[in-house]
């Protein structure tokens, strides 16, 4: 047996550091019993009647009813959308949609605790992660935007660049304020109206969002928010007075939406799944790749669509590098979503739970080797250790099917070429990373990997200046930059 081998029989938690808790207090949140849907700058009750629970997925706190829209409600959003476009805000001087998005972002900015907290707890990501990441990329976004929307003659010349409409606007519930922001801050910038549709499990952060909208004194119906399941997106989706869709969440269902589309004439993005390869050169500097990998796969427990979820460590390091890893996961601390200290938070949902068991149980039944650390799950709530696992081939379900939890599949490879070939050998094509210590290397392989972004000794790394989206099963439009800024005009060439 090799000696890291060996050393690994260990254990690789250091037994000396007992962190003492660092709860954040979650008193800043005053959530309402039960929320409406938000239509043309109002709360209103479902025409159905009908509420679900938003649950915490820390201990499956219900934390407040949420609103089940229909398909009129969907209709009333759509109608206060384009009423809004029509009477005031395409027409609005660009320079006053640009003032509305910079009041949105300070108070993003001004009321980052709470939303955080409200995040954590809807959610169950860590909230150093929603403190630290979610919120001032949100606010960022909207910052960046507001700075566009009055210079779109500049950033498409000779194009006489006009909105769209209405855009309805389906979100995932891994990112739910960041992927809001992506979604609505490009949407204004360009002059159009939304109706927004958050998941099922994350409402709660678009809820409150509305009441920044109140508090930006955005006209009435430029923004509306319908709470509900997939129907209500559904309902979005094939409304004839939307003119745009964008859609983040599963391959699954954007196929769905893909064939809806097909023949209306709406314009369309879909940012779907992804099953990103980490590729690990020999001339790598470990101990960061190490870190790269970590917040690779289990940032959000792994709930991200660019999760580099498949690692390939070319072959005179691979003992070494899974040595590091292991010990490195032996120090991750799984647990309370609201605790600072906390690295790996709540599984989103038991569905999202189960899924994630039963992906796993395919891996050890296929013959995979599962390692995960010692550590302690809380009782009651969502919870998946930290996992990895090796001897996978690149047939087995774990290297081929999205997890979107904190499971990671070791594979290796002698040769770049070799490399390249197992990580294109994917339906998707999102993101990767590539850790070498040459630049040359770094270029050529990024230019033959297709995967929209490419990190390079990073991991993970978001700017809203920088355009994010995938090629094949992965979708198609990019969201940042300019890029994203683009699918929400029409253009007079
Ligand atoms: P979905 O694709 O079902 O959900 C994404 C959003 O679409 C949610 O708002 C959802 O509403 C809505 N939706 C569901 N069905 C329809 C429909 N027919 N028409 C229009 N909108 C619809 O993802 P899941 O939550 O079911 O997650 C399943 C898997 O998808 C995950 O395990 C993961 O692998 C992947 N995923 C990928 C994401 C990514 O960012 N690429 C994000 C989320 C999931 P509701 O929540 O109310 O059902």
Not at 17 to 43: D, K, M, Q
Not at 451 to 465: L, S
Request: aromatic share 10%; glycine share 8%.
């Amino acid at each position: 047996m090799a000696e890291v081998e060996k050393r690994q029989d260990r254990s690789p938690v250091p037994s000396a550091f007992e962190y003492a808790t660092a709860p954040e207090s979650r008193e800043i949140v005053r959530l309402e019993e039960r929320y409406g849907l938000f239509l043309g700058g109002e709360w209103a009750e479902p025409s159905s009647g009908e509420y679900a629970p938003s649950v915490a997925p820390r201990d499956e706190e219900v934390l407040a009813e949420v609103a089940y829209a229909g398909a009129e409600d969907v209709d009333l959003a759509v109608r206060a959308a384009r009423d809004a476009f029509t009477n005031g805000w395409s027409d609005l001087p660009a320079s006053e949609r640009a003032k509305y998005l910079f009041r949105i972002a300070r108070i993003l900015q001004e009321r980052s605790r709470e939303f955080a907290v409200l995040e954590s707890l809807d959610g169950g990501k860590p909230i150093r992660e929603s403190r630290d990441v979610d919120l001032p990329l949100s606010a960022a976004h909207f910052f960046y935007y507001a700075g566009w929307a009055d210079k779109l003659e500049y950033a498409f010349p000779n194009r006489r660049p006009r909105p769209l409409g209405v855009a309805g606007q389906i979100i995932p519930w891994n990112f739910p304020l960041l992927m809001l922001s992506w979604k609505i801050a490009p949407a204004l910038a360009a002059g159009n109206t939304v109706v927004l549709k958050p998941a099922e499990s994350t409402p709660l952060t678009a809820l409150l969002f509305a009441d920044v909208l109140r508090q930006a004194e955005l006209p009435a119906g430029v923004v509306n928010v319908v709470t509900g399941d997939g129907r209500a997106g559904a309902e979005i989706v094939k409304h004839p007075d939307v003119d745009k869709i964008a859609f983040t969440g599963s391959t699954e269902v954007g196929k769905e939406i893909m064939r809806a589309v097909a023949g209306t004439g709406k314009s369309i993005t879909l940012e779907l799944g992804g099953k990103a390869a980490n590729i690990i050169f020999d001339d790598a500097p470990l101990d960061q790749a190490v870190e790269g990998i970590v917040n690779g796969i289990y940032f959000n427990q792994g709930h991200v669509c660019c999760a580099g979820s498949r690692l390939f460590v070319q072959e005179p390091v691979y003992e070494e590098v899974l040595a590091k890893l292991k010990r490195r996961m032996g120090t991750l601390r799984v647990g309370d979503p609201l605790d600072k200290n906390t690295d790996v938070g709540a599984i989103n949902s038991r569905e999202q739970l189960e899924r994630i068991e039963e992906l796993v149980s395919s891996g050890e039944e296929e013959g995979a080797e599962i390692y995960q650390p010692p550590c302690r799950l809380p009782e009651k709530g969502w919870w998946f250790p930290p996992t990895v696992f090796t001897n996978v081939a690149q047939s087995y379900r774990i290297a081929q099917e999205e997890i979107f939890g904190p499971v990671l599949s070791v594979l290796t490879f002698r040769t770049p070429d070799e490399a390249v070939e197992k990580a294109n050998n994917t339906p998707y094509g999102l993101s990767a990373g590539v850790w070498t210590e040459k630049g040359s290397r770094i270029l050529s392989v990024a230019q033959r990997l297709r995967a929209g972004v490419v990190w390079a000794n990073t991991y993970n790394r978001f700017d809203p200046a920088s355009p994010f989206g995938g090629y094949k099963e992965s979708g198609f439009g990019r969201e940042g930059g300019l890029h994203g800024l683009a699918p929400y005009l029409e253009f007079e060439e």
